[in-house]
């Protein structure tokens, strides 16, 4: 059976994610067979698995950084907000149900089940089993039925390493305040601690690191400067998405809708040093200048519709179109594209049809079954070959499908307007395949990089290996596990 170790932090978004990445690639250097694991996850980020199920996306991360295919296992109950009030719930890879905020507290005790099956699983196929927590143990009101940090670390007897994210202010007060707030027997979890994100230099808060020491009596694992090869890596949460800025190069803005999903579609595009990747906040116009305008999946179709005219992009889009633009729409941006979006069953929410944007002649109905698949794909206009996944509800038709993005062996996929500058497709990833983000490019009049994309994405999770090896007590680290 696999020893196991646990990265919790002081709050959201402190690093656990690059941190147990970071950690699966150098356990892999030494030899050692890792798995990731995260008991439970929140976001709209997924990624679909080998066995044909879907965990979020820095789970899959994590495992390209052990050398593995990600499996539904690594990330057992995933929470993919559809309000803010909401979220469906997804246990081992399948969505079970749609529920409250309120109601998903009733739901937690009967899901700590399937997250000790799944985590027993990796234990008996791996010699480390890394695992991520979420938000922080800080939120005791939250602890009764916790399946997602001390509640999943007591129940599978699993030392904690708690990270404090520097960058933000308040290290001290983080951890020390954790310390504070556990239950003695949380407390007992908790093995030691490491800084996050430091910029300067470390000497520094050599003061601060003995107080932490001193107040909280953890054994400290080290200060990790900030890791600026992160930015090649995809980010978890759309609240990171900044784009990637660069003046003279050519113009793609990306609409970032209140439920954005699969951002991580963007980052191969935000690599190339040809684009300007522009991420249009809430309030601002859609550049005039831009070459292409990307309507990206949504985790609530009409929702994030509704969104869209409400920020006035509906106005921008028109103006954009009349121009000459192009616009790209992915999974639910492409159902937006079309004249209608019903959803009969109140799949999404109320029950009811809207009116799309008009700019494909297609129309979507939403239905029960989600379409979960890995697909391979020729794009039509370029002859490319696609590799990329499939993860949404709904049925898109119209007479626009009779010139399609692409086929799927002989089936149709997406769909082309007559002029051929507006494009709908329910494939994600499509940029990272290079063969097709340099065809595509080129179609708008911008020369892409030689450099594999895969490269990029590889080299950065080599880089944050060494990183953590040159900063951080690794091998101490690794000897706490159990």
């Known amino acids: 059976m696999a020893k196991a170790l646990m990265i919790q932090g ?44 879907e965990i979020g996306r820095a789970q899959a991360l994590q495992a390209r950084a052990a050398g593995l295919d990600p499996v539904t296992d690594m990330n057992p109950v995933l929470l993919k907000p559809e309000t803010d009030t909401g979220s469906q719930v997804v246990v081992q890879g399948r969505r079970v149900a749609t ?32 695992v991520e927590g979420a938000g922080s143990p800080a939120e005791v009101n939250l602890r009764p039925g916790d399946i997602a940090n001390m509640g999943f670390a007591r129940a599978a007897d699993v030392p904690v390493v708690i990270a404090g994210d520097i960058d933000r202010g308040g290290v001290i007060a983080q951890l020390v305040g954790t310390k504070a707030v556990l239950a003695p027997e949380d407390d007992a979890m908790v093995a030691g601690f490491l800084i996050n994100k430091f910029r300067g230099d470390p000497s520094l808060f050599d003061d601060g690191y003995r107080l932490i020491a001193e107040r909280t009596g953890w054994a400290g694992f080290g200060v990790l400067p900030f890791f600026p090869g992160a930015a090649a890596l995809p980010a978890e949460d759309a609240l990171d998405l ?23 579609d963007l980052d191969p595009l935000a690599a190339e040093p040809g684009v300007d990747l522009v991420m249009v906040q ?23 519709l509704a969104f869209l005219r409400a920020q006035g992009w509906e106005i921008d889009l028109l103006a954009h179109v009349r121009r000459g633009g192009r616009v790209l729409g992915i999974c639910g941006g492409y159902q937006m594209l079309g004249t209608a979006i019903a959803d009969p069953d109140g799949i999404e929410g109320p029950a009811g049809e809207d009116r799309g ?33 499939e993860i949404h509800i709904g049925r898109t038709d119209g007479p626009d499908r009779e010139r399609p993005f692409a086929h799927v062996g002989t089936r149709p996929e997406g769909a082309v307007s007559r002029d051929g500058r507006i494009v709908g497709s329910y494939l994600h990833g499509l940029f990272a395949e290079d063969d097709f983000r340099r065809a595509f490019l080129s179609g708008l009049g911008i020369a892409a990089a030689e450099a594999p ?30």
């Open 282 to 304: 809430p309030g601002q116009p859609i550049p005039a200048d831009a070459a292409l305008v990307i309507l990206p999946g949504s985790k609530s179709t009409r929702g994030d």
């Open 10 to 53: 002081a709050g959201s978004n402190v690093g656990k994610s690059l941190i147990v990445a970071g950690l699966a690639r150098a356990a892999r250097a030494r030899g050692i067979s890792v798995a990731p694991f995260k008991p439970q996850n929140m976001s709209n980020n997924a990624a679909v698995t080998v066995d044909g199920g």
């Open 242 to 264: 900044r784009g990637q800025r660069r003046e003279g190069a050519a113009k793609i803005a990306c609409l970032a809708l209140s439920r954005i999903a699969n951002f991580d």
């Open 357 to 389: 944007l008009g700019l494909l002649d297609v129309a979507t109905v939403m239905t029960p079954d989600k379409r979960l698949t890995r697909t391979r794909a020729r794009h039509v206009a370029t002859g490319t070959q696609v590799e990329g996944y």
């Open 453 to 482: 994309w895969s490269a990029t994405v590889e080299a950065a999770l080599d880089g944050l290996a060494a990183h953590l090896e040159t900063h951080l007590d690794l091998d101490g680290l690794f000897a706490l596990a159990r």
């Open 99 to 130: 529920v409250r905020a309120r109601d998903y507290a009733a739901m937690k005790p009967a899901l700590m089940a399937p997250v000790l099956e799944s985590f027993a699983r990796l234990k008996a196929r791996f010699d480390l089993v890394l």
